[in-house]
């Protein structure tokens, strides 16, 4: 079973900056797809970016791309959300996921943290 922990999360402004880790269990970035997804209130959960087993390739949704950076740590076993030039409509709960295969749609990804809260006032 694979357990993932997000933290990170918090207040910023507008053009501020955050770094959100995801903890996983055993070998998770190693054997796993990661991937960051997003919710905000009453508004369906949306992919942000993904990261191949051990960092291999990445890709990011249209929103993230050129502000948002996704990285790993095989030592630490965990993978990182690097946000800049943050955005009122980044404002979500952002969500840390793994699977066996890759993917943007969150319907692949078995495993999920608990979430962790980013917002960022205007």
């Known amino acids: 079973q694979v357990q993932l922990v997000e933290s990170g999360g918090g207040l910023v402004q507008t053009g501020g900056s955050l770094r959100l880790s995801c903890a996983g269990s055993g070998r998770t970035f190693v054997n796993y797809a990661m991937a960051w997804f997003r919710q905000a209130p009453g508004k369906e959960r949306e992919f942000v970016a993904a990261?191949?087993?051990?960092?291999?390739?990445?890709n990011y949704a249209d929103s993230a791309k050129g502000r948002f950076t996704i990285s790993g740590d095989n030592d630490k076993n965990t993978v990182y959300l690097e946000m800049n030039s943050l955005k009122p409509e980044d404002t979500a709960v952002y969500y840390c996921a793994a699977s066996i295969v890759g993917s943007q749609l969150a319907a692949m990804y078995p495993y999920w943290g608990q979430g962790t809260q980013v917002t960022v006032s205007s």
């Open positions: 990261i191949m087993r051990s960092g291999a390739s990445t």
